[in-house]
């Protein structure tokens, strides 16, 4: 049974940063796609970066630069590395996981509970 769970999420300040995990179980990770999404209130669940097993990235025109997507397949977690932090990046961000790579499309399979992310001016 695939399992995703992420940590790491918090409050901080504008200009801060953050590093998220998402510790997957259940399946042979190196063979996935990985993404992370974020969901703010009110709005759809965006693609914000993602990385395939062969280790290229995308990323969301909104975060290119501040954000660095990353995986440690010996531990099977996926990293955010997520600097320079701006209010509009208030969200639940969520990790996801499938054979197929959907890149930024929410339309993994495989999707952990959410971590709060909470910027202030």
């Known amino acids: 049974q695939v399992q995703l769970v992420e940590s790491g999420g918090g409050s901080v300040q504008s200009g801060g940063s953050l590093r998220l995990s998402c510790a997957a179980s259940?399946?042979?990770?190196?063979?996935?796609?990985m993404g992370w999404f974020r969901q703010a209130p009110g709005k759809e669940r965006e693609g914000v970066a993602a990385?395939?097993?062969?280790?290229?990235?995308s990323y969301a025109d909104s975060v290119k630069g501040r954000f660095t997507i990353s995986q440690d397949n010996a531990k099977n977690t996926l990293y955010l590395q997520m600097s320079s932090l701006k209010p509009e990046d208030t969200a639940m961000y969520y990790c996801?996981?499938?054979?197929?790579?959907?890149?930024?499309?929410?339309?993994?399979?495989?999707w952990g509970q959410g971590t709060q992310v909470t910027v202030s001016s």
């Open positions: 259940g399946y042979t990770y190196s063979r996935y796609c």
């Open positions: 996801a996981a499938d054979r197929i790579g959907w890149w930024l499309l929410p339309s993994y399979a495989y």
């Open positions: 990385i395939k097993s062969d280790g290229t990235t």
